[in-house]
C-alpha cells in the first residue's frame, strides 16, 4: 500500500507540474484527490491492514492529500498569472503608433452671421422665436393683409401643396408676426429666423430657397425713430462702429408706412462694383410700423397699441459681414470656402 502510495504521488506531482491549464489542472484534481480519485481507491484498501499499521498508513494518505494540494494550489497560481500576461499581451496598446486624423467641421458663416444677431437681439431684450416652413395661406397672406387677388400669392411666385392653394412653404418670415401676435402677452418682442422659399432663378443674389430673420417690436408709444434706432444700433453691432445705413420708402400690405434699409456697399465703399449691382448700396431688409388693419386682426387693439416689423435676408447679412461676394459660394457647401471663416 506504500509503494502504491509512492506511485501516486511521483505520477501525480510529474502531471500537476506538467499541466498547462486551469481546466487540466482541475481534472488531475479529480483523478487524484476527487470522491471516486485514485487516492480514495487506495485508501478503500484499509481495511485489509493490521490494527497497527492502519493509523500509520492513514497519516501517509493524509501527508499526500495535502501534499498534492500544495502542489495544485502553487500550479494555479502560475498558470493564472501566466493567463494574465497573455491577456495584457494581447490588449497591449501601442502607445507611439500616430493617431489617426481627425478632420474638424466648420460652422457655416451664415449661422455664424445668425449667432451673431441672435445675441444682438437677445442683449436688447428680444425673445428668439422658430415657426413652419410649411405654412398656412391664411398666415403667410391673408392675417398680413395680402389678400386673394394681391401678385405674392401667384402660382408663378408661391410653392403650393395644395390646388386650393391654402397650404404652402411660407414665402417670408412674416406669418410669424401673426403667430406671436395670436399668442404671445404684450408688450412683444420677437426675432424668428427661418427659411423661405420663392420660384426664384439661381444667379448672384437669388435662391429659391433663402432665409430671413423676422424681427418685430409692439407696445404704447412704439415710433419708426425706435425702428430706425434700433436697426442701425444692429448693423453697427453687426458691421462695426460708423457703418452707413440708407432708408428708402417701399411697400407692404402689412406695414404702413413702409421701407427698405441699405448698407453701404463693403466692396466698393458705395462707388458702385459688381458686388453691389454698381449702386454703392446693398439691401438688406424690408420693414415698417405695423399696418392697423393687421394688429386688428390679431386682436390687438390699434388705438393703444403700435409696432413695427422688420424682415432681414439673413444671407445678405452674411455676405456683408464675412466680405462674400456671390450668394451661390453659401449653398455650394464646398469645404475649401468654409474653411476661410
Ligand atoms: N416680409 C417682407 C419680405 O419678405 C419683409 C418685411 C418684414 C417687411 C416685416 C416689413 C415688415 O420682403
Keep these: 500500500m506504500k509503494a502504491l502510495m509512492q506511485e501516486l504521488r511521483e505520477n501525480a506531482v510529474k502531471s500537476i507540474t506538467g499541466a498547462d491549464s486551469i481546466e487540466a489542472l482541475e481534472a488531475l484534481r479529480v483523478k487524484y484527490l476527487g470522491k471516486k480519485g485514485e487516492l480514495t481507491a487506495i485508501l478503500k484498501q484499509m481495511g485489509k491492514l493490521s490494527a497497527e499499521e492502519r493509523p500509520v498508513m492513514g497519516q501517509l494518505a493524509n501527508q499526500l492529500r495535502a501534499e498534492l494540494e500544495k ?70 397672406f391673408d392675417k398680413l393683409n395680402a389678400e386673394e387677388g394681391h401678385p405674392s400669392r401667384d402660382w408663378s411666385d408661391t410653392f403650393y401643396f395644395d390646388t386650393d392653394s391654402r397650404v404652402m412653404l411660407r414665402s417670408q418670415t412674416s406669418p410669424m408676426q401673426v403667430r406671436a401676435m395670436e399668442t404671445m402677452e404684450l408688450p412683444i418682442r420677437i426675432i424668428a429666423p427661418g427659411r423661405v422659399y420663392r420660384k426664384d432663378e439661381v444667379d448672384a443674389t437669388h435662391s429659391p430657397m433663402f432665409h430671413q430673420v423676422e424681427g418685430m417690436v409692439i407696445d404704447k408709444g412704439v415710433t419708426m425713430a425706435d425702428l430706425k434706432g434700433t436697426l442701425n ?24 408706412p413702409s421701407c427698405e434699409m441699405d448698407v453701404q456697399c463693403h466692396k466698393c465703399g458705395g462707388k458702385g462694383c459688381p458686388t453691389c449691382k454698381g449702386e454703392g448700396w446693398i439691401e438688406v431688409l424690408g420693414a415698417g410700423m405695423i399696418h392697423p388693419r393687421v394688429l386688428e386682426m390679431s386682436g390687438i387693439d390699434s388705438e393703444e397699441y403700435t409696432g413695427w416689423a422688420f424682415g432681414m435676408g439673413l444671407e445678405r447679412l452674411a455676405m456683408r459681414r464675412f466680405k462674400i461676394s456671390d450668394l451661390r459660394l453659401i449653398f455650394e457647401n464646398d469645404v475649401r470656402f468654409l474653411e476661410q471663416f
Design 233 to 256: 444700433a444692429v448693423m453697427e453691432e453687426l458691421f462695426g462702429k460708423g457703418t452707413v445705413t440708407r432708408f428708402r420708402p417701399h411697400h407692404f400690405p402689412f406695414t404702413e
Design 71 to 140: 502542489n495544485i494550489e502553487s500550479a494555479r497560481a502560475r498558470l493564472e498569472a501566466a493567463a494574465l500576461e497573455a491577456k495584457l499581451e494581447l490588449e497591449a496598446v501601442d502607445v507611439t503608433i500616430p493617431g489617426e486624423d481627425i478632420r474638424l467641421g466648420h460652422k457655416h458663416p451664415m449661422y455664424k452671421a445668425l449667432d451673431e444677431i441672435k445675441d444682438i437681439f437677445v442683449g436688447m431684450g428680444f425673445t428668439v422665436l422658430d415657426g413652419p416652413e410649411v405654412e398656412l395661406a391664411t398666415y403667410n
